[in-house]
């Protein structure tokens, strides 16, 4: 205890808050944080030596949960060949080609080093096609933290009650509208006045970032549509659900095109990889076949490629995602009856394999709703389940991410956590 204490003390002497990534700092435990030491398929270990099951599971990536083995050879067979060579490999070609393959409307990519990244060029690269400024985001959708992006957006900007953030200035946002996730009557609202002046609507076709909101019954058919009579470009952020809903993502689960397409956690198998891509005519206005400019140093990383390509070879395999997806209700379903025994106000939303239980009398169909959970409660139930080694996010906003290594008795551990934390918040 003392090794952490004093871990810790030096953590928030040379890092803000501790942390590299705001949310982190919340996960404590008896007041102590968790700081973590290594990882075995769903289990992670802090550095005390305690042993969690884990559901946050670096927030999305590990879909293959810790340390997979198959990605780990991959790993130390790229690392062997050479760190990072500034030049064309095969190993990024090998990830481009899966990528493409399993999202048709991924024509061409480019490799980037993170979801902010990815986003950030996907939104340069729409205004410079269209000849416009205005983007249109959705409230509670978190998309990165490049500035244009940073206003009323999830994860730990809901976390903190951010409404937007110092630094990001007027001009920044100038050209950012934000309309109600799921409200396709809003958004053709929107459209009907300023439809010729949007040069893209980006949206989380599930929103992951508030928790996960499921889109109402026609609000991607409806972007689509209004997006595609305006001349707009229409991004998916599949951040979140690319390779995690299934092998081509939400646009597949719900048969809608976009334009563009924005990918990271999954894809790069627990290394810091993005990527955006879509319709071949936008990204031949990338340079150097264009003259939209974007790069990076260590983009393509061919570690990082190798760990991506590994994961999705796996991923590929027949019956992955039914399997995934079984775990994934299995757990939803628990919950909520443990939730009904408790009698504790619980809404459990489930897309797929991604799933949130809100401390909220449901339905939960957008930020709105989403603020209205009791995050005390969710506190406390945090609190409880971490005292049964069962890490869940520390923060209301967020997806419970099940990996393939998350057995059925885990799961089932981790619903009997559920039924005596729960019990333990109606108590309180
Ligand atoms: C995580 C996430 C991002 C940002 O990705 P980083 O790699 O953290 O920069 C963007 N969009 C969505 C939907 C995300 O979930």
Known sequence: MRQVADLWTRAQELLPGGVNSPVRARATVDGEPVIADHGEGPFLFSVDGRRFIDLIMSWGPLILGHANPVVLEAIRRAAERGTTFGLSTAAEVELAERITTHIPSVEMVRMVNSGTEATMSAIRLARAATGRDLIVKFAGSYHGHADALLVQAGSGMAALGLPASPGVTRASVA????????????????????????????????????????????????????????????????????????????????????????????????????????????????????????????SGNPIA??????????????????????????????????????????????????ITAFMAKGPVRNFDDVLKSDQKAYRRLYEGLAKRQVLIPPA?????????????????????????????????
């Open 305 to 354: 490629m190798a760990a991506g390509a590994a994961t999705l070879d796996v991923l590929s395999q027949d019956g992955f995602y039914e399997v995934l997806e079984a775990k994934a209700r299995r757990l939803a379903e628990g919950i909520g009856q443990a939730a009904a025994a408790s009698g504790v106000q619980v809404t459990v939303n489930r897309v797929g394999t991604l």
């Open 175 to 298: 050209h950012t509208a934000v309309l109600p996730y799921g409200d396709a009557r809003a958004a053709a609202g929107f459209f009907a006045e300023r439809g010729d002046e949007v040069a893209a609507v980006i949206v989380e076709p599930v929103a992951g970032n508030m928790g996960v909101v499921a889109p109402a019954e026609g609000f991607l058919a409806a972007l689509r549509d209004l997006t595609r009579k305006a001349g707009s470009v229409l991004i998916f952020d599949e951040v979140i659900t690319g390779f995690r809903l299934g092998l081509g993502g939400a646009q597949q689960r719900f048969g809608i095109t976009p334009d563009l397409t924005c990918l990271g956690k999954v894809i790069g198998g627990g290394l810091p990889v993005g990527a955006y891509g879509g319709r071949k005519d936008l990204m031949s206005l990338v340079a150097p076949l264009g003259d939209v400019y974007q790069a990076g140093t260590l």
């Open 396 to 428: 209301p906003f967020e997806a419970l991410f099940v990996s393939a290594a998350h057995h059925d008795r885990l799961i089932d551990d981790v619903v009997e956590a559920y039924a005596e934390a729960l019990a333990e918040v109606k108590q309180e």
